[in-house]
């Protein structure tokens, strides 16, 4: 059973930065697309050799990346806006899994 466990979100003014990160258990061994989601929309992707792809209302503010030796995921998202709330998750593109609990993000104007 993969786990992931998302964290760094927060209430933040609009223009102002986080940085979420995904704690998760896939494989290693298998080529695996990893994505960052907010509910359920793909913002964010980054394949195992660490190709990305960005949704475009987020392209040139959010940079996805992958630490492989620590099985996390990361997601620095900075000149944040209003429209960017919501809970945010990680899981597979290729494969996905049960979804984790999230980590939300508020961002005030």
């Known amino acids: 059973q993969v786990q992931v466990a998302e964290s760094g979100g927060g209430s933040v003014q609009a223009g102002g930065s986080l940085k979420l990160s995904c704690k998760h258990s896939?494989?290693?061994?298998?080529?695996?697309?990893l994505g960052w989601y907010r509910e359920r929309e793909l913002v964010a992707s980054i394949t195992l050799a660490g190709s990305t792809e960005y949704t475009d209302s987020v392209k040139g503010r959010f940079t996805i990346s992958r630490d492989i030796a620590k099985s996390t995921l990361y997601l620095q998202m900075n000149n944040l806006k209003p429209e960017d709330s919501a809970t945010y998750y990680c899981?597979?593109?290729?494969?996905?899994?049960?979804w984790g609990q999230g980590t939300r993000v508020t961002v005030s104007s």
């Open positions: 899981n597979s593109v290729s494969a996905p899994s049960d």
């Open positions: 896939f494989s290693i061994h298998t080529p695996n697309t």
